[in-house]
């Protein structure tokens, strides 16, 4: 009974593909969350949903466009992928705002490598 | 705009020997304060998190944390490492304001512990 979990969990592709990393969660949150960890390791906020609505979006190519079908899902879909668009890709979920009296739940991330 | 620093890359801590990370914060009110822990290909695990009250707080594993306003930090400790705690600690803090808050995460460090 995974709380968020992502598919797939690894994705290879070649540059200019298009491709889509789902999230689910079964928690009963109103809030989604898409986090970018990088080649250091460095996490950083990309998308926030929140009952459906996007509420954050932080500096991100417009070839990313996350999609939420409803409050327990989360999608992102990646247009023309780029070498530098490799990284560990994590969806999240909150009940409220993470960070604000509220932690977030990870999922075991999606691990795209772009060749 | 709130930070996080922690200081130590990687640290490595002898298995049975006590532990100690570090994590500073830049916030200007009163920080919500997290502390996750990322295993190989794994997702974030929380360890635990401070909102208010008593400033030690205990989490799973064995961990706690204390909060030092004065200091602005939040250090992790645990009296005894185990060799199944070598992973990724990421400290995190979040705003207290209203709206649509997010984690900011430090850039992580890495426990190593030898036999």
């Known amino acids: 009974d995974t709380a968020v979990s992502q598919t797939p969990k690894y994705l290879v592709t070649q540059m200019g593909n298009d491709k889509s990393i789902k999230c689910e969660q079964n928690?009963?949150?109103?809030?989604m969350y898409w986090y970018k960890q990088d080649s250091k390791k460095f996490l950083k906020i990309m998308f926030s949903y929140n009952n459906k609505e996007l509420i954050i979006n932080e500096t991100v190519p417009n070839r990313f466009s996350p999609k939420s079908p409803d409050k327990a899902h989360l999608n992102l879909h990646i247009n023309s992928l780029e070498l530098g668009d490799s990284a560990v890709y994590f969806c999240a979920s909150s009940q409220g705002a993470a960070g604000y009296n509220t932690e977030a739940f990870f999922g075991q991330g999606t691990r795209l490598t772009v060749v | 705009a709130q930070s996080v620093t922690q200081p130590d890359i990687h640290i490595t801590v002898s298995e049975g020997a006590s532990l100690e990370l570090r994590c500073n914060y830049s916030y200007g009110a009163t920080p919500y304060l997290f502390w996750y822990v990322q295993s190989p290909g794994q997702g974030l695990q929380l360890l635990l998190k401070y909102f208010s009250g008593d400033t030690l707080v205990q989490g799973i594993k064995g961990f706690e944390a204390e909060f030092k306003r004065s200091q602005s930090s939040f250090n992790l400790r645990k009296p005894s490492v185990h060799w199944s705690d070598a992973a990724e600690y990421f400290c995190?803090?979040?705003?207290?304001?209203?709206?649509?808050?997010?984690?900011?995460f430090g850039k992580g460090t890495m426990l190593l512990v030898s036999p």
């Open positions: 995190a803090v979040g705003s207290s304001g209203s709206g649509y808050s997010t984690l900011t």
């Open positions: 928690l009963g949150h109103d809030t």
